[in-house]
């Protein structure tokens, strides 16, 4: 084996070949001429992926795999490590994209012979976009030849990939793949929270041109501000930095002019003279070794030193001291800042001269730590000749309420990772920061009005006097300063709610079903879904993958009975989902419960989700309704589980439903579909009971409603 070779897992192996683990566990019994491990341990061995590649074409079983799955493959197992071989492919695929004829005669010498003039191309594209190489804490630099050498298959095959799916988009999937393989060693901001929070730095009157990202992480907010002059980004993280500057070189184009450092921003800032249009920052959250000692006489503390506890101030101190005057900066923050004891009287001074404009209260999952519904945080450098706002714009988005007129399944689920709606989140935070704005913040509500197309997941907002926070807690959560989502429209919202909740009341009562006991006891010649799969009765599909903008039918939705509430990611390569259509029937994998739900045509277009496998039946065969309702028998569900340490899952091929003639299908269909009309309308009758029930409560407490 050629030394310093690419060296791939078992379970690399299993997603080369498309297979499980058990097959290649298996092929190493049965097969005396597998590849002998080359690494790893005795319980977790590692193959030289040229080996397994050779050898996996020599069986057949390599002709179907994707070039990007080889191209991971390769990158994950670089002798070096995945991350200095994301650098290196970020630099080539860089400067395939500035001098794309050149990559022809750099390709077509030896290995060595590339990994030299590679070397030398390479530097020259850095130095144009980032900078000369000496100036200090540039954040990527060239690799030398030797560096070079091992990379090489992997450049020639991510410049193939690219040529096939596009330069950026290859770097974007590599990343993710090594984001996602790693969830515990990078801090993530969603796509979804990093468009919302560039979306609230660009509503201003003036034009964002300069912004400025002082703890860049991944790079996923100056990724997602619109066409910018210049983009500053500076990350602790060596390796981290270099990865976002490639990430942005590829995203914008040689008009931007970029500028990525490593350092630590508050003990070593980059750019002190930076004056910038807007600051987006997502900072480290809980820091107790942030420079608190060091940085005592900083004249970044306008507005006083923050305690050793307080890092998430220190930063915002950080961001306001890198605005022009009436900049704008967005950063999220832990909830905790709103009201810690510790950090009251930076707060107070924040508001007594109008820098925090508006605290913005998230659903939980928006971000991790996903379990907590984080806060964002809306600043304003205050200029000479501006007046202080006498007001501040708390939103709080993270109790969303029902629409009194919404129908059993036209309500999101509320909160939770991968199931938030976002764009409901982005009209209701816009809407009330726009109005705030605009105005000036005196006198104008943030709330959402009903009918309003971010009403189905209304953010309560308004504009609260900064005299009456200025107490002895500065208490900034908007939680505490607005009426709860179920009071919010008074009584009269109350009533409507009540009058909603006695018509349903009144439909499980006509719904409710009649069990009427047989002649005789029913036996009936039994099939599996995977027979009429085998004999084209019906089509078996599983969700999970694919890219496009629009919405995703998620595990939660199915188990909720809800709306489409997931998204797609907007890049990577290029991959279709799974669309379900009328009548197409989704069962969940994980779980062990008896749910099935039948596609309609308010749900039909939406993406398959992950953890969900679909059914398609052929209608000339199979009614959907009699396949659902036979697939949510206990028993027919126990006999098709597998059962692990930790989960149950779901083998849908081995459900089982009994052979009837079409038109007996339909009967049974037809009962079926009435019970799911009945569960439908418990569910409805439960949340609107607990909607009256909490407005009740509240409006009592409140005093909004009377004893009588």
């Known amino acids: 084996m050629p030394e310093n070779s690419t060296e791939v897992t078992a379970a690399g192996i299993a997603r080369l070949a498309g297979v499980g683990r058990a097959a290649v566990s298996n092929w190493r019994r049965r097969h005396a001429d597998f590849p002998k491990p080359a690494g790893g341990t005795?319980?977790?061995?590692?193959?030289?992926?040229?080996?397994?590649?050779?050898?996996?074409?020599?069986?057949?079983?390599?002709?179907?795999?994707?070039?990007?799955?080889?191209?991971?493959?390769?990158?994950?197992?670089?002798?070096?490590?995945?991350?200095?071989?994301?650098?290196?492919?970020?630099?080539?695929?860089?400067?395939?994209?500035?001098?794309?004829n050149a990559w022809p005669e750099i390709t077509a010498a030896s290995?060595?012979?590339?990994?030299?003039?590679?070397?030398?191309?390479?530097?020259?594209?850095?130095?144009?976009?980032?900078?000369?190489?000496?100036?200090?804490?540039?954040?990527?630099?060239?690799?030398?030849?030797?560096?070079?050498?091992?990379?090489?298959?992997?450049?020639?095959?991510?410049?193939?990939?690219?040529?096939?799916?596009?330069?950026?988009?290859?770097?974007?999937?590599?990343?993710?793949?090594?984001?996602?393989?790693?969830?515990?060693?990078?801090?993530?901001?969603?796509?979804?929270?990093?468009?919302?929070?560039?979306?609230l730095v660009e509503t201003g009157e003036r034009p964002v041109r300069t912004v400025l990202d002082p703890a860049a992480g991944t790079g996923a907010l100056l990724r997602a501000v619109g066409r910018p002059a210049a983009l500053y980004a500076q990350e602790t993280d060596p390796d981290l930095a270099a990865l976002t500057a490639l990430r942005l070189a590829l995203h914008t184009d040689t008009g931007c002019a970029l500028a990525a450092r490593t350092a630590d921003t508050l003990r070593a800032d980059a750019f002190p003279q930076l004056a910038a249009d807007a600051v987006l920052c997502h900072p480290p959250f809980n820091e107790r070794n942030w420079g608190h000692d060091e940085l005592a006489y900083d004249p970044r503390w306008e507005y006083g030193f923050p305690a050793r506890t307080e890092s998430e101030l220190a930063?915002?101190?950080?961001?306001?001291?890198?605005?022009?005057?009436?900049?704008?900066?967005?950063?999220?923050?832990?909830?905790?800042?709103?009201?810690?004891?510790?950090?009251?009287?930076?707060?107070?001074?924040?508001?007594?001269?109008?820098?925090?404009?508006?605290?913005?209260?998230l659903p939980a999952g928006a971000a991790p730590p996903y379990g907590i519904p984080l806060h964002l945080w809306v600043l304003r450098k205050p200029g000479s000749g501006r007046h202080p706002s006498p007001e501040l714009l708390l939103v709080d988005t993270a109790e969303p309420a029902e629409s009194p007129s919404a129908g059993p399944a036209a309500t999101a689920p509320a909160g939770g990772r991968d199931r938030l709606d976002w764009q409901a989140v982005h009209g209701a935070v816009l809407d009330a920061w726009q109005s705030f704005d605009d105005a000036g913040g005196p006198g104008r509500e943030g709330r959402t009005e009903p009918g309003h197309p971010a009403s189905a997941r209304p953010g309560a907002g308004r504009a609260v006097p900064v005299i009456e926070l200025l107490d002895d807690d500065v208490d900034l959560a908007p939680a505490r300063h607005l009426p709860s989502p179920a009071a919010a429209g008074g009584p009269a919202e109350l009533i409507r709610v009540r009058e909603r909740l006695t018509e349903t009341l009144g439909l499980t009562g006509t719904l409710t079903p009649m069990a009427v006991p047989p002649a005789e006891p029913a036996h009936w010649p039994l099939t599996t879904v995977g027979e009429l799969a085998r004999a084209g009765a019906l089509q078996l599909r599983t969700g999970g993958s694919g890219t496009g903008p629009g919405p995703v039918l998620t595990e939660h939705d199915v188990l909720g009975s809800t709306a489409p509430s997931g998204s797609l990611p907007v890049d990577g390569p290029a991959e279709e989902p799974v669309l379900v259509e009328p009548g197409d029937v989704v069962v969940p994998v994980l779980g062990g419960g008896s749910v099935a739900r039948v596609v309609d045509d308010a749900t039909a277009g939406a993406a398959l989700g992950r953890n969900l496998q679909l059914l398609r039946p052929d209608p000339a065969a199979l009614d959907p309704w009699f396949l659902a309702g036979f697939l949510r028998g206990t028993a027919n569900n126990r006999q098709a589980s597998s059962y692990a340490s930790t989960a149950t899952r779901l083998d849908a091929r081995r459900l089982q439903l009994p052979r009837l003639p079409l038109a007996e299908q339909q009967r049974y269909g037809q009962r079926f579909r009435a019970l799911a009309e009945f569960e439908d309308a418990l569910r409805l009758t439960g949340r609107l009971g607990g909607q009256l029930v909490q407005g009740m409560y509240d409006g009592l407490t409140d005093g909004t409603v009377a004893p009588e």
């Open 42 to 100: 005795e319980t977790s061995p590692s193959f030289a992926l040229s080996e397994v590649e050779q050898w996996l074409r020599d069986q057949g079983k390599l002709a179907e795999v994707p070039l990007r799955e080889r191209v991971w493959q390769q990158l994950a197992g670089h002798p070096a490590g995945a991350v200095p071989a994301l650098v290196h492919t970020g630099c080539a695929l860089l400067l395939l994209r500035t001098s794309p």
């Open 315 to 361: 930063w915002v101190q950080h961001a306001l001291a890198h605005l022009r005057e009436g900049g704008t900066a967005v950063l999220l923050m832990p909830p905790a800042v709103a009201s810690r004891r510790s950090g009251r009287r930076i707060r107070a001074d924040l508001l007594r001269r109008g820098a925090l404009r508006a605290v913005i209260a």
């Open 111 to 199: 290995d060595e012979g590339m990994a030299g003039v590679l070397s030398l191309a390479v530097d020259k594209v850095l130095t144009t976009r980032f900078g000369p190489a000496a100036e200090a804490g540039r954040a990527v630099h060239a690799p030398s030849p030797a560096e070079l050498l091992p990379s090489v298959p992997l450049l020639r095959a991510a410049a193939e990939l690219a040529a096939g799916t596009g330069i950026q988009e290859t770097f974007e999937f590599l990343l993710g793949r090594q984001l996602d393989a790693n969830p515990r060693q990078y801090t993530l901001t969603p796509p979804g929270l990093a468009e919302l929070m560039a979306a």
